[in-house]
């Protein structure tokens, strides 16, 4: 069973800066793998079959990506559509039931500053506020909401700065896994 499954959607993986950070460090720590989605599903057909294997092979799950447009990119809600609409809504007994209290983290990089995302920012609302849509998926899921890994300011980061982020994030893993093994 993989413990701790981390599926990166990034529609640009090949020039992000800070989810390759995260994603490098988080590979390569024990029990843990990470899926580059778009790599897998450049066209955007997503094989549930696959993909259902994969979650309930999963210990804790993480899903990895940048915020565009106060959202997750596309191939995250058509893996949303595709994935879990299926083991929620067409078969619940005999794979959505399965995943029951299973641990989902969000990891989310935002090119701005934490600043813009207050109700005087450019943004209006916090970042947190803004996945609240993921936080209602993993309670309708009965995933345990875990409390968001968030980087601000990630195209301005340094590489100093990143690999703070990369270490912090790796951090946040392991202490997931301890929580849940206690």
Same mark, same amino acid.
């Given at each position: 069973?993989?413990q701790?499954?981390?599926?990166?959607f990034?529609?640009?993986?090949?020039?992000?800066?800070?989810?390759?950070?995260?994603?490098?460090?988080?590979?390569?720590?024990?029990?843990?793998?990470?899926?580059?989605?778009?790599?897998?599903?450049?066209d955007?057909?997503?094989?549930?079959?696959?993909?259902?294997?994969?979650l309930?092979?999963?210990?804790?799950?993480?899903?990895?990506?940048?915020?565009?447009?106060?959202?997750t990119?596309?191939?995250?809600?058509?893996?949303? +559509? /595709?994935?879990?609409t299926?083991m929620?809504?067409? @078969? *619940?007994? %005999?794979?959505? =039931?399965? $995943?029951?209290? !299973?641990?989902?983290?969000?990891?989310?990089?935002?090119?701005?500053i934490?600043?813009?995302?207050?109700?005087?920012?450019?943004?209006?609302?916090?970042?947190?506020?803004?996945?609240?849509?993921?936080?209602?998926?993993?309670?309708?899921?009965?995933?345990a909401?875990?409390?968001?890994?968030?980087?601000?300011?990630?195209?301005?980061? +340094? /590489?100093?700065?990143?690999?703070?982020?990369?270490d @912090? *994030?790796? %951090?946040?893993? =392991?202490? $997931?896994?301890? !929580?849940?093994?206690?």
């Amino acid at each position: 069973m993989t413990q701790t499954l981390i599926l990166l959607f990034h529609p640009d993986y090949q020039n992000s800066r800070a989810n390759r950070a995260l994603a490098e460090a988080a590979a390569n720590q024990p029990g843990t793998s990470l899926v580059d989605m778009q790599a897998l599903y450049p066209d955007g057909r997503i094989d549930a079959d696959v993909e259902v294997a994969r979650l309930l092979a999963a210990e804790r799950i993480v899903l990895q990506f940048p915020v565009q447009w106060y959202s997750t990119p596309p191939l995250l809600k058509a893996w949303q +559509d /595709a994935v879990l609409t299926r083991m929620f809504y067409i @078969h *619940y007994e %005999a794979e959505g =039931a399965k $995943l029951a209290s !299973r641990p989902l983290l969000i990891a989310a990089t935002a090119g701005n500053i934490p600043e813009a995302y207050t109700p005087s920012g450019a943004n209006l609302f916090s970042l947190r506020d803004l996945l609240k849509p993921l936080q209602a998926t993993a309670h309708r899921c009965a995933l345990a909401w875990q409390e968001p890994f968030l980087i601000y300011d990630a195209r301005r980061a +340094d /590489a100093e700065a990143l690999a703070a982020a990369a270490d @912090h *994030y790796v %951090a946040r893993l =392991a202490q $997931l896994e301890t !929580r849940q093994a206690a």
